[in-house]
């Protein structure tokens, strides 16, 4: 008995041990449509003024007044004259008058743009797409059909397939 229970054993440890597969599929169809969207970026710019000079005296500097975030600044006119007659001298006088603050924006038409954007000194202005003939199907074999739309617009038709085999 045990020898039976012996061969057994040893016959057991020999034996394939049980195993599990798993085979697992994976098909995934899809069809993407977009139509961008209109954008406008536009950064204010400021005033500025500067004067610089050699040889040259300042009776009445020039500047900038009456700068607010509603009106625009206004340049005053400096006043100046050569230092040493005869002798070399260097001027230079600039002026930069800024973007007054807007408060409000057009609202976007029909078409998804906006017509009258306020528009600052540094600005960066994309329109929006057009979905015109822009359309995605998927038919019962998972075949993808896209047809091309108006500017701005994407169109993506993608089947995936996945095969996986676990031991």
Do not use: C, H, W
Request: aromatic letters at 4%; hydrophobic letters at 40%; a negative charge.
């Amino acid at each position: 008995m045990k020898r039976i229970a012996i061969l057994a054993l040893g016959l057991m440890t020999l034996a394939p041990s049980a195993s599990a597969f798993e085979i697992r599929s994976s098909i995934v169809d899809s069809v993407q449509l977009n139509v961008d969207g209109p954008t406008v970026q536009s950064s204010r710019v400021g005033s500025n003024y500067s004067v610089s000079g050699t040889n040259v005296t300042a009776s009445t500097l020039g500047g900038l007044t009456g700068s607010s975030a509603t009106a625009p600044a206004t340049i005053s006119a400096g006043s100046y004259a050569v230092t040493t007659d005869g002798q070399a001298f260097a001027f230079s006088e600039s002026a930069l008058v800024g973007d007054v603050a807007v408060t409000s924006q057009t609202a976007l038409t029909s078409g998804g743009r906006v017509d009258s954007p306020n528009l600052y000194g540094d600005t960066t202005q994309f329109q929006g797409g057009t979905a015109g003939t822009l359309a995605g199907t998927l038919t019962v074999g998972g075949v993808a059909t896209v047809t091309a739309g108006g500017a701005g617009t994407t169109a993506i038709g993608q089947r995936t397939v996945e095969l996986s085999v676990f031991q």
